[in-house]
């Protein structure tokens, strides 16, 4: 079982101690195309069952840093890299982290897209804390919900259990409600 949060009270800046547990540039599997996958250390959900446990501690992996960010960019700038992948531990409780190397993605890449998978959903990241939802604003794809081990099914694109939800995060902040994601690339296979 995992926890619940209640909106704003889980903060990362009281949490966060801005670790990177892992970074995999030029992954197939984190979201669709070739992606680099930053992995942000810490969280609080703490799902049975999730496939990066290690990754609860906030401070697993190594400190966040200029020359690390400096990497993560020059692998973006690839040209057959889609874009970069939010995972965890939890990204919404690692907003320093993410909104660092987001922004200047932005800024300097703006072609590239952003994936991010969180325990949180939709609905209660938009009533949260102005960092968080700032992050959401740069995220394309939102995989939603907590991982629910009793609800797992491996035959899922991108989501571990039918609880979890693959959302076009740009259209449903705009809506106000969860907006399904759908692939670019379904007509091509």
Same mark, same amino acid.
């Given at each position: 079982m995992h926890r619940t949060p209640i909106p704003r009270t889980w903060v990362a800046s009281k949490v966060s101690h801005d670790y990177v547990a892992d970074y995999k540039p030029f992954q197939f599997v984190d979201g669709e195309g070739v992606r680099c996958s930053l992995y942000v250390a810490g969280c609080l959900f703490?799902?049975?069952g999730c496939f990066n446990e290690a990754a609860w501690s906030f401070r697993r992996g190594e400190p966040y840093s200029r020359e690390f960010e400096d990497r993560i960019l020059r692998d973006l700038a690839h040209p057959a890299i889609q874009g970069?992948?939010? +995972?965890?531990?939890?990204?919404?409780? /690692?907003?320093? #982290?993410?909104? =660092?190397?987001?922004?200047r993605m932005r800024a300097e890449l703006p072609t590239k897209d952003v994936w991010a998978w969180s325990g949180?959903?939709?609905?209660?990241?938009?009533?949260?804390?102005?960092?968080?939802r700032e992050?959401?604003?740069?995220?394309?794809?939102?995989?939603?919900?907590?991982?629910?081990?009793?609800?797992?099914?491996?035959? +899922?694109?991108?989501?571990?259990?039918? /609880?979890?939800? #693959?959302?076009? =995060?740009r259209a449903s902040v705009a809506a106000g409600r969860a907006v399904p994601w759908e692939s670019r690339n379904r007509a091509a296979g």
């Open positions: 703490k799902c049975e970069l992948s939010l +995972l965890g531990g939890e990204p919404f409780l /690692n907003t320093a #982290v993410c909104l =660092a190397v987001v922004r949180y959903t939709l609905e209660q990241i938009l009533l949260d804390s102005v960092d968080k992050l959401l604003g740069h995220v394309d794809v939102l995989v939603d919900g907590p991982y629910d081990h009793a609800r797992r099914d491996l035959s +899922l694109a991108f989501r571990g259990s039918t /609880n979890q939800r #693959v959302l076009d =995060a």
